[in-house]
């Protein structure tokens, strides 16, 4: 346990002192439970903790003045250490006496009852952590994929790991002691998770031009999240264009039309964070003579828009996304657009562009190739970089507007772009909008 670390479902405490207790409680109960250890330090050391009567009964207590109150289990193990297990609560949402918490990853994070609300009923804790009822545990086991996983969060596997998988969250155990998966280990460690959940895999289509009419290639990757993330990313840079700088000393930059850094990052957001209970959709990769996209079931969690999204973290399935984080897929809380949006302006991509209703999809356009004998004003180029940074299409008066510049100046320095095939249109009247 103590190799594992802190997250989603753990949580180490130095002190058994119960003021310091009671977000870490509401957290857990909040999302979707788990275990406070009182005496071991955030760094893994052992250092024990009081562990008398008078301590179990003040928690005891802080659990029941939460509101509404929550039932926590309480036990000593070694004679020095706390073990605090906390239920995933269907009473949601819950409040001490400093408000309302939510567990993401390994922060136990503040919010507005509001905003948890809004997060509990679009489905942000239960999926992931849900007994799976088809799956047969160890029948179904996947002792590869567990190991390869191992080694990838540098896990030292014990020759009983049942105990590692209960606290991983990745079995369960029903009233007649029978051990389940839940469905984050379905998704992660079965041998065929399609079996189990029959939406749960990857589809990537590569076409010849900029509709759906002409199929160049077509893969469907049923296997666990991580070969599903993998194979993605493989078929991506089977199909994207690449070209060669080069730079100082003769040194070769290869430069990919979309930057598998930012495919690798919208394929992990969208298998982790897609809506697994969303009926006849799997994910998407589909992959245009002009674009890029990524799309999965499930809009965004909590109401928010999509411009409202950037820089937070909104976990659908935080015990699989926690479990995905431990092994490298994935970087600090909320960075995901961030990594993709850095990405795309390092390899001079335009901006992405994000659309979300029960869908959630985000569409990459190719990097701008570098050009040389292009007679591009000082306005011109305004525009260009202004398109460049847009999250979306643009009209001629926003950007006339932006610009401090009249409409019709706009109008004919977008004509020459276009001519020069620097900006394409789309639309007509009073809809015609530009991007790069």
Partial sequence: MIEFGEGQTIEFKESS?????????????????????????????????????????????????????????????????????????????????????????????????????LLLDSGQSGFDSRV??????????????????CQLTHISPARNHVDLLHIMQIIATDKKDAILFTNAGV?????????????SYLTAVCYSGIDKFSVLDRKDFTGN???????????????????????????????YRFPLVAVREALINALVHRDYTFQNSCVYLNIYSDRLEIENP?????????????GRSIRRNPVLADLLFRAGYGEKLGSGLIRIKDALHENENP???????????????????????????????????????????????????????????????????????????????KSIRYRM
Avoid: W
Avoid at 298 to 309: A, L, N, V
Avoid at 379 to 395: A, C, G, P, V
């Fill in 17 to 117: 002192s119960a003021s310091k207790l009671d977000k870490e409680i509401v957290a857990f109960a909040n999302a979707s439970g788990g275990t406070i250890y009182c005496g071991v330090t955030d760094t893994g050391e052992v250092v024990g903790t009081s562990v008398s009567n008078t301590v179990k009964s003040q928690i005891q207590d802080l659990a029941r003045n939460c509101d509404p109150p929550i039932a926590i289990k309480i036990e000593v193990l070694d004679k020095t250490i706390l073990k605090i297990d906390v239920p995933e609560s269907d009473r949601k949402p819950h409040q001490c006496s400093t408000g309302f918490y939510l567990r993401v990853g390994a922060n136990s994070q503040k919010l507005r009852a509001a905003e948890i609300k």
């Fill in 132 to 149: 799976n009822h088809h799956a047969r545990f160890p029948k179904d086991f996947d002792e590869t994929a567990f190991s390869h996983y």
């Fill in 187 to 199: 998704l992660l460690f079965t041998k065929q998770p399609r079996m189990h959940l029959p939406e």
């Fill in 225 to 255: 999240i991580i070969d599903q993330i993998e194979s993605g990313l493989v078929f991506a840079q089977k199909h994207v264009d690449v070209e060669y700088e080069i730079a100082g000393a003769g040194a070769r930059i290869e430069r």
């Fill in 298 to 310: 499930g809009g965004i969690p909590g109401g928010r828009s999509p411009d409202d999204i950037e």
């Fill in 351 to 429: 901006a992405y562009q994000i659309a979300a209703s029960n869908f959630f999809s985000i569409r990459m356009r190719p990097r701008i190739p570098r050009t040389k004998n292009l007679n591009v004003s000082s306005l011109q180029m305004d525009i260009l970089n202004l398109l460049k940074s847009s999250s979306r299409e643009l009209s001629s008066s926003e950007i006339a507007k932006q610009l401090n510049t009249s409409g019709t100046t706009i109008t004919r320095h977008l004509k020459g772009l276009i001519g020069d095939k620097l900006v394409s249109v789309s639309g007509t009247g």
